[in-house]
């Protein structure tokens, strides 16, 4: 039974827990505050917890980071002397690149082994009490090796993620996933809060009034992710900047191709165009349908 130590118990960590229950892994648990570490315990999310980050990384055979970035970064240097050789590390981070060059730095060295994870799941909510077994179940998982990570290492992720009801995982260099995830996850909150700013942020109190009275279904669905985490998007933005620059370019690019047709009263030419992103999104759905 491998020991698996959870670090971060927020909505992924404790989510990530809960899907392994009941799993051939002994869960160790450790979070920031005491009374979530308790209530961990208490509900069944971990197997034991740890009162210090050094003891849960000590005792752990795979090491799995649900924290915000920033914070992975400071661990993976405060936990490299704790870790056993040949430990496999990895996280959940939604940026890989800046990940894996400070695992390279601290943990290489030691020899300790990091490979990166990122399962493409998640809601808009946080925190530990938002935390539900079954947030992992058909999801994808990227995986991206680091320079001591070799066919073994992808085969035990690949069982832990199975093991949490992820539907496969994929391998994918970190400088490629950073740029994939911009284009897929990371501009779709961006735009996301510019409509709400753009629909709901008048200044006339009437006119906004009317604005909040109008918007219903379409305007809940496509809005949704503008309720995350502001600081944890910050975060996610500000250590993928380049990439993002890039898919922001491409989304301006698109959106002045419809304002072009728009101002050239072009609606034959407007109708084919939004015939062909209806057809992606429709094949879209039917793939993840048949997958």
Avoid at 80 to 108: C, Q, R
Avoid at 249 to 272: C, H, P, S, V, W
């Amino acid at each position: 039974m491998k020991r698996v130590a959870i670090i971060g118990l927020g909505l992924l960590g404790a989510s990530f827990g809960m899907s392994l229950r009941e799993k051939n892994y002994h869960r160790i648990g450790w979070g920031r505050r005491d009374s979530i570490r308790k209530k961990a315990l208490t509900h069944d999310v971990v197997d034991e917890v740890t009162e210090t980050f050094e003891e849960a990384a000590a005792m752990a055979d795979i090491t799995v980071f649900a924290l915000p970035i920033p914070q992975i970064i400071e661990y993976l240097e405060k936990g490299a002397p704790y870790w056993k050789e040949n430990s496999l590390v990895t996280d959940m981070g939604s940026v890989k690149n800046v990940i894996h060059e400070t695992a390279e730095k601290f943990l290489t060295p030691r020899n300790i082994v990091f490979t990166g994870s990122h399962p493409m799941a998640g809601t808009e909510k946080s925190g530990f009490e938002n935390a539900f077994p079954t947030l992992y179940s058909n999801a994808d998982v990227f995986l991206s090796a680091g320079s001591l990570s070799n066919e073994e290492h992808f085969a035990v992720l690949n069982d832990l993620w199975l093991a949490s009801g992820a539907r496969q995982t994929v391998k994918v260099d970190p400088v490629e996933h950073d740029e994939l995830v911009a284009h897929t996850s990371h501009v779709l909150h961006v735009v996301a809060s510019a409509l709400a700013l753009t629909i709901l942020g008048d200044e006339d109190a009437r006119k906004k009034a009317l604005r909040f009275a109008g918007c219903a279904t379409g305007f809940r669905d496509t809005s949704r992710i503008a309720s995350s985490n502001p600081a944890m998007w910050r975060e996610i933005i500000e250590h993928n900047t380049k990439a993002n620059l890039l898919a922001l370019e491409n989304f301006e690019k698109a959106l002045q191709t419809y304002r072009g047709m728009i101002q050239r009263g072009d609606f034959d030419a407007f109708e084919q165009e939004f015939a062909k992103g209806k057809c992606l999104r429709d094949s879209w759905l039917e793939y993840k349908k048949q997958h």
